[in-house]
């Protein structure tokens, strides 16, 4: 390491020594390098805006990006700085689509089958960006509100709900058997 005019290290050297660069996060189309689990995908939506306001598609099937058809739907919320999980599902999918906030979803694979198997993978979804995603079956998930109004969601599942006996199944947020802590983050 050179020394500086008075003979001492040379901050800037002795810094970048000891620094971490970023990764890259898009590629050269300006897709996301981050990677998903087995089974997940994204599409983006369309939104049309005027000088009146704006319109969002939220789900068309001729956009042919799940082949499971459009059955159920229901929107969710989650107040700022709360998280709603830890959430699995063995008869359907979860389908997202955020209009409203700004949303992290975690997703861990316990999936032996899955190339992914014992992964976390950990997106965002907002509003200002309207696309949809899915979850697949037998994923972990939880959803933390990381803006500052309300996180509003519309969830389209492959199947519909059952109250007799709802396809859910879950865990405590700050559970040892999924490799993530939301530290201080409240909710179930």
């Known amino acids: 390491m050179s020394a500086g005019p008075d ?3 040379n901050i800037l050297e002795k810094t970048l020594a ?7 996060t898009v590629d050269e189309q300006r897709r996301s390098t981050v990677p998903l689990l087995d089974g997940m995908s994204f599409y983006d939506s369309i939104r ?6 704006s319109v969002t598609e939220l789900f068309d099937p001729r956009w042919g990006w799940h082949a499971d058809p459009l059955v159920f739907s ?3 919320t989650i107040r700022p700085g709360m998280a709603k999980g830890w959430g699995l599902h063995k008869l359907h999918e979860d389908r997202y689509f955020v209009i409203g ?4 979803l975690v997703l861990y694979d316990p999936r032996p089958e899955s190339s992914t198997c014992g992964k976390v ?4 979804l907002s509003a200002s960006r309207p696309r949809l995603v899915n979850v697949p079956k037998f994923v972990w998930h939880a959803d933390r509100n990381i803006g500052t109004t309300d996180a509003v969601v519309v969830n389209f ?17 700050d559970t040892d058997l999924i490799p993530y802590s939301f530290g201080n983050t409240t909710g179930w």
Request: proline content about 9%; aromatic content about 12%; hydrophobic content about 25%.
């Open 7 to 9: 003979n001492r290290p």
């Open 18 to 24: 000891a620094a971490v660069q970023d990764q890259r």
């Open 48 to 53: 049309h805006d005027d000088d009146r306001g």
């Open 74 to 76: 229901y929107i969710f």
């Open 101 to 104: 906030g700004e949303l992290e």
């Open 121 to 124: 993978c950990k997106v965002y």
């Open 157 to 173: 599942p492959t199947i519909q709900y059952d109250h007799s006996s709802p396809d859910k199944y879950r865990l405590p947020l």
